[in-house]
């Protein structure tokens, strides 16, 4: 099984024969390993054309759509697992996305670069200008990402939106981080329900 490391932290997250939604599915990686090793059903969405044909290969059901515009009206179906991994800070309505993952899903997953990491820190106030990282590899001036956030600003809307935090992990590169979350991790994972 081929997955990124952080694609591999969600996996094992999700059980066995689970009914699974992916939000910004990309080629369809996580849907497929999720397919084949644990005999999971569901399907993608994604917008980029390129993505939902490398979906399409291996064979996962993906509709192509814009998340921000048809959400609600695409998903009629209750799911056991909504994935939406490094995708929210490139929505403009974040928190009608994260309410509409609760009151579809029993449970969503949700992934973020996160903005506090300590790097990102330095390159802002040593380097005077916006972080380009692994996990953040645009420029200010080409990033699809639109609402940077750190994991206190995303624990603070969850509270906000009456959203339960059920289990939480940081990995900084494949090294998951058990200390100083906000400050040591470069990208976050919420279980939300």
Request: charge should be neutral.
């Amino acid at each position: 099984m081929d997955l990124r490391d952080d694609l591999q932290l969600i996996y094992r997250w999700i059980p066995a024969d689970s009914h699974v939604l992916d939000l910004g599915c990309g080629g369809g990686e996580l849907l497929a390993a999720l397919t084949q090793h644990k005999n999971c059903t569901g399907y993608g969405i994604e917008i980029d054309p390129v993505s939902v044909q490398a979906a399409v290969s291996r064979g996962i059901n993906v509709i192509q759509a814009d998340l921000e515009h048809s959400l609600d009206n695409l998903i009629q179906d209750r799911f056991d697992i909504i994935v939406l991994s490094q995708t929210i800070q490139a929505m403009r309505n974040t928190e009608t996305i994260l309410r509409s993952l609760t009151r579809m899903g029993k449970q969503a997953i949700v992934s973020f670069p996160n903005f506090g990491y300590w790097k990102n820190r330095l390159q802002i106030t040593f380097g005077g200008k916006m972080p380009v990282s692994e996990r953040m590899p645009y420029q200010w001036y080409d990033t699809p990402n639109i609402h940077w956030c750190t994991l206190k600003d995303f624990e603070r809307l969850c509270a906000q939106n009456n959203i339960r935090i059920m289990e939480k992990a940081v990995m900084s590169g494949s090294k998951q981080i058990t200390f100083m979350h906000n400050l040591l991790g470069s990208i976050a994972f919420y279980r939300i329900g």
